[in-house]
């Protein structure tokens, strides 16, 4: 069964803080690695997709690295608009149509 | 309208009501699916449709009865649903050929 854990729950910066986010995952062959995030009251927004281990995308002050047991959700110099909750999710190779197995979420707090 | 669309946003209903919630995607997707999200728990999938068929049911009741009429509109009906089933219904679409998924804003359902 495939398995998403991330950690930690919650985190609290302060503005300009850095920090990680992590995700680690048992899956019977990757297919992809999902982040997304999510604002009270709101759908989950699709941020990145991660498929093999090394790979690397950036957007803004996130940067996503993917190893074959975790990857890792890095925040540089965090603004309070970038306060979520970041969801983490995998799919299997072999998965029949595009079932994401997700994570219970980070919830970040920026503070100014 | 663009992205993922669900109405209504907030509903109320008592265990003996019947209601539907609508989801409607208008970016050329070919697959739909509904999610559940509970407080403190992972996103749950529910059903999954490709090329308006459902190719999914993860052990949902019957309580639930989802309905795809084209690839563009995916729906939920209610009856005599549990106080258990309050929760934020999601719906998301994605192209069949790529993993991405994208949601729409969700349904914050509360069965009283």
């Known amino acids: 069964e495939d398995q998403v854990t991330q950690s930690p729950e919650a985190l609290r910066l302060q503005e300009g803080e850095s920090s990680s986010l992590n995700c680690s995952y048992t899956?019977?062959?990757?297919?992809?690695l999902f982040w997304y995030r999510q604002d009270p009251g709101k759908g989950p927004e699709f941020l990145f997709t991660l498929y093999s281990a090394g790979e690397e995308k950036e957007k803004e002050r996130l940067k996503a690295t993917l190893t074959k047991k975790e990857s890792f959700l890095h925040i540089t110099a965090p603004k309070p608009e970038d306060s979520a909750t970041y969801l983490c999710a995998v799919q299997a190779g072999g998965t029949s149509g595009s079932r994401l197995t997700f994570g219970e979420g980070t919830q970040l707090t920026v503070n100014p | 309208e663009t992205g993922v669309t669900q109405t209504p946003r907030h509903l109320v209903m008592g265990m003996t009501n019947k209601k539907s919630l609508k989801c409607e995607q208008h970016l050329g997707h070919n697959a739909m699916y509904w999610y559940k999200q509970s407080a403190k728990k992972p996103l749950e999938l529910m059903f999954v449709y490709n090329f308006k068929e459902q190719t999914e049911n993860n052990s949902v009741p019957s309580r639930f009865s989802p309905e795809c009429p084209n690839s563009s509109h995916l729906f939920l009906h209610l009856h005599t649903l549990q106080p258990e089933d309050s929760a934020l219904y999601l719906c998301?679409?994605?192209?069949?050929?790529?993993?991405?998924?994208?949601f729409g804003p969700g349904t914050r359902l509360t069965v009283l």
């Open positions: 899956v019977s062959g990757l297919r992809g």
């Open positions: 998301a679409s994605s192209q069949i050929s790529y993993n991405e998924q994208f």
